[in-house]
């Protein structure tokens, strides 16, 4: 009834999972909502238009129910689905933002922040470090917080919080290091961070002393130093080979293939003719290609 419970209503209730038990794809319950509620009225409608006849009938089935049909549409990715839940409710409901992203940066061997406590002893030697120049770490997260104030020198500091799927951190930038890379710093933006581990004795808690703040993109670029494909017969190679360029020779990654059948199997590295350039838009295709176990990246400068 529209008098009890209104279109935009119904709305968020869809976009915060409310009818999932009904129909998982949310999409496709937004986009037939018209659909829907013209469906109810003209049932109502029907309802109120029965004759004296009806009355008298012993018909059981007076109370079956209509099945309205819905036009199929795709369903919403899941950085969609979570931003309509926290637009619909306030908060991140069914996941995080960080968890399309957590395979690559456990890859890319970013530190989980939930490390980052005065109870991991790795984490109190690099905060007891004496020494001038201290290790720096990387960390990466969705920002949930930007603020910042001026300081006593005149410059600027900034505090900025991250959440991954494994907890939160804040960060501090300041002066020209803010100025630097403030465009990047975004509400529900993606950002990796490079900087020291540092210990606030007034809030009694870890913080990062950020010097670098780099996009997904960059990093991979940065990091990646080959990739390996295992492959099998059934995967259409073609499909794969689209994921691969010799246009860009900024990118020297490695391609090195592991491929079986039923009757061998055999390891080939591919030559310079033939590149994977490592961004966010490549692995998650290769994903869907060859599935996330079957791919898998060697770092610069790393043993692995």
């Given amino acids: 009834d529209k008098k ?3 279109k935009r209503t119904l709305e968020n209730l869809i976009k915060a999972g409310c009818f999932d038990s009904l129909e998982t794809n949310r999409a496709k319950l937004l986009y037939n909502l018209n659909k829907i509620i ?3 009225e003209q049932e109502r409608a029907n309802e109120n238009q029965g004759s004296l006849f009806d009355i008298f009938t012993q018909d059981n089935q007076t109370n079956q129910y209509h099945e309205v049909e819905l ?3 795709a369903n919403f990715s899941s950085r969609e689905q979570l931003q309509q839940e926290k637009q619909a409710i306030g908060y991140y409901l069914s996941g995080s933002l960080f968890d399309e992203y957590k395979d690559l940066a456990q890859a890319l061997k970013v530190y989980p922040l939930i490390k980052f406590s005065l109870e991991d002893p790795e984490i109190n030697n690099l905060i007891n470090i004496k020494s001038k120049i201290k290790p720096k770490v990387l960390i990466g997260g969705i920002i949930t ?3 910042s104030r001026p300081t006593k020198s005149g ?6 919080r991250i959440e991954d799927s494994s907890s939160d951190l804040e960060f501090v930038i300041f002066n020209d290091d803010y100025e630097k890379y403030r465009q990047l710093l975004k509400i529900d933006e993606l950002i990796f961070v490079e900087g020291e581990v540092i ?3 007034f809030r009694n808690e870890i913080k990062i002393n950020a010097s670098k703040i780099l996009l997904l993109d960059e990093l991979l670029a940065q990091k990646v130093a080959s990739i390996d494909l295992r492959l099998t017969d059934g995967i259409v190679w073609q499909s794969v080979k689209t994921l691969l360029s010799n246009n860009n020779p900024e990118f ?4 090195k293939i592991h491929y079986s059948n039923h009757n061998a199997q055999c390891k080939i590295k591919l030559g310079e003719v033939i590149r994977f ?3 966010y838009h490549n692995f998650e295709q290769l994903t869907r290609l060859i599935g996330k176990e079957n791919w898998q990246i060697s770092l610069i400068n790393s043993s692995n």
């Fill in 199 to 201: 210990y606030d004795a």
């Fill in 71 to 73: 036009d199929e549409v």
């Fill in 155 to 160: 410059g600027k500091i900034a505090f900025v």
């Fill in 4 to 6: 009890v419970i209104n």
């Fill in 277 to 279: 350039i490592p961004n």
């Fill in 145 to 147: 917080y930007i603020g």
């Fill in 38 to 40: 013209d469906f109810i």
């Fill in 252 to 255: 020297l990654t490695n391609v």
